[in-house]
Structures are given as C-alpha cells and as structure tokens.
C-alpha cells in the first residue's frame, strides 16, 4: 500500500482494481460457458480448448489485478462478510464430515447401505479440507509464535 494516496485516491483505487477483477473473472467464466455450448452444438475439442484458454486468461487478469493493486482490493466490511462467510462454511463441511463419514463406512462395511460414489467422495474430500485446514492453520499459528 502506498501511504502517498489520500483517502479518496485508495477508494478510487480500490474500486478500479475490483471492477477489474470482477471484469476479467466474468469474461473468463462466461467466455467458458459459450465455448462448453458451442462445443455441444459443433462437438469441436478446439472450441472447447478456446474456452479454457480464455477462461485461464481472465483468471490470470484477475491475479494481476490483485498483484498490482496499490491498495488492499476488499475493504473491512468485505473482509467481515468474506470472514464470516468462511467459517459457516468451514461450520458445514466440518459437521457434515463428522456426521458422515462415520455413518458411511458403518453402513457401508455392515452392508445396510452404500453411499453412491459421488457422495463419498465429496465426504472424503471434506476430510481431506479439514486436514489441509488444520496443517495450514498449524503453519501459520508457527509463524505468530
């Protein structure tokens, strides 16, 4: 952040870089869905190489919007939803792991129910979330200490 700013500079600022960046993530994101629909009418694997490509394209605007921004792109208030926002999810996806995990392999090794694979998978990548949480959260408490 540049201390050189005035106050009304850093909003000017921050709004200019967020537009940028909500900019490039439309174009990528939309630039896909119309390549993924012209691939299903013309069935063309370029097209839907196009798509990718240009939806790489706006993911890699958006980090050059974030990497070149004088300022801090979200505000406290964004950063209060985005905070908050988090940790119901976290909420989520820990009780879902707790409650699920253990009934699927009791039901599954007892043979009263199997679990289709698209939802053990997501319970074992929700296992998988919460371990990569905690070692990072670990990492980064070390860094406070």
Known sequence: MSEELTAR???EKREQYSQWINRSVGFGVLSFFVATALWMLTDRAVVLFAGLGLYWLGCLGMAVGY???PVSVGDELERRMEREASQTTFLF???VAILGLPADVVLSTTGVYTAPAAVRG???GY???ILVFGAVHWFVKR???
Do not use: D, K, P
């Open 9 to 11: 500079q850093r909003v």
């Open 67 to 69: 990497w070149q921004s």
């Open 93 to 95: 996806v820990t009780v």
């Open 122 to 124: 997501a319970l074992w």
């Open 127 to 129: 296992l998988l979330l």
């Open 143 to 145: 860094q406070y200490e």
